[in-house]
């Protein structure tokens, strides 16, 4: 009760200085002892009320580990284990190396070299396909033929096909198979196969 009562004489006496004393006075006495007075007054207040542990934990004291971590935790969190997950740097033992173009790649992959003069083949010949056929849809095989080659075949191999020419000679790693069919023959019985080979490699 005492509190706010003092609070508010505090206050009066304080706006009494500023609106009355300010015009007479050069600067306007500053009290210190009205706040002081309030200030205990809140203090005799606060101890009068019972203590409570719950408080005091106000939510920022439970992300602490309730429990010392272990060394062998600490080291496996820190590198890993061999047989587990291993995170320290280890040499690559799956890297072979290509018996055409002589670079590294990974085993059981395509040497990334050699497939990188693929794909700029094969963006060749789509661009000269597009530029001969179109873009409307085809209905027939497409035979691709080099220079230099349209002479190898009879004229059996090109009736009911649409013939594209390239205007350069076959580079030596495109085999000639590459372009060929594979599977049942219809020749032949349905339990044999064709099995076609690469030849002429460079």
Same mark, same amino acid.
């Given at each position: 009760m005492?509190?706010?009562?003092?609070?508010?004489?505090?206050?009066?006496?304080?706006?009494f200085?500023?609106?009355?004393?300010?015009p007479l006075?050069?600067?306007?006495p500053?009290?210190?002892?009205m706040?002081?007075?309030?200030?205990?007054?809140?203090?005799?207040?606060e101890?009068?009320?019972?203590?409570?542990?719950?408080?005091?934990?106000?939510?920022?004291?439970?992300?602490?580990?309730t429990?010392r971590?272990s060394?062998?935790?600490?080291?496996?969190?820190k590198?890993?284990? %061999?047989? &587990?997950?291993? +995170?320290?740097? !280890?040499?690559r033992?799956?890297?072979?190396?290509?018996?055409?173009?002589?670079?590294?790649h990974?085993?059981?992959?395509?040497?990334?070299?050699?497939?990188?003069?693929?794909k700029?083949?094969?963006?060749?010949?789509?661009?000269?396909?597009?530029k001969?056929?179109?873009?409307d849809?085809?209905?027939?095989?497409v035979a691709?033929?080099?220079?230099?080659?349209?002479?190898?075949?009879?004229?059996e191999f090109?009736?009911?096909?649409?013939?594209?020419?390239?205007?350069?000679?076959? %580079?030596? &790693?495109?085999? +000639?198979?590459? !372009?060929?069919?594979?599977?049942?023959?219809?020749?032949?019985?349905?339990?044999e196969?064709?099995?076609?080979?690469?030849?002429?490699?460079?």
């Open positions: 005492a509190g706010p009562i003092l609070k508010y004489l505090s206050d009066a006496l304080l706006k200085e500023y609106v009355y004393l300010t006075l050069s600067r306007p500053v009290p210190q002892w706040p002081v007075l309030a200030q205990s007054s809140q203090q005799s207040l101890k009068n009320t019972p203590f409570d542990i719950n408080s005091i934990f106000d939510g920022f004291l439970w992300g602490v580990p429990c971590r060394v062998e935790k600490r080291m496996m969190r590198f890993g284990a %061999p047989n &587990w997950h291993n +995170k320290l740097i !280890l040499p033992k799956d890297i072979k190396t290509c018996g055409a173009c002589g670079d590294h990974e085993v059981g992959r395509l040497c990334p070299n050699c497939y990188s003069k693929v700029a083949e094969t963006a060749v010949i789509q661009e000269k396909m597009v001969e056929l179109g873009l849809p085809v209905d027939k095989e691709i033929v080099y220079q230099g080659e349209k002479n190898q075949f009879d004229d090109f009736k009911g096909k649409n013939i594209v020419e390239m205007e350069k000679p076959r %580079p030596k &790693w495109f085999s +000639k198979n590459l !372009l060929q069919k594979s599977g049942p023959n219809s020749n032949l019985s349905n339990t196969t064709t099995v076609i080979k690469p030849h002429d490699l460079g």
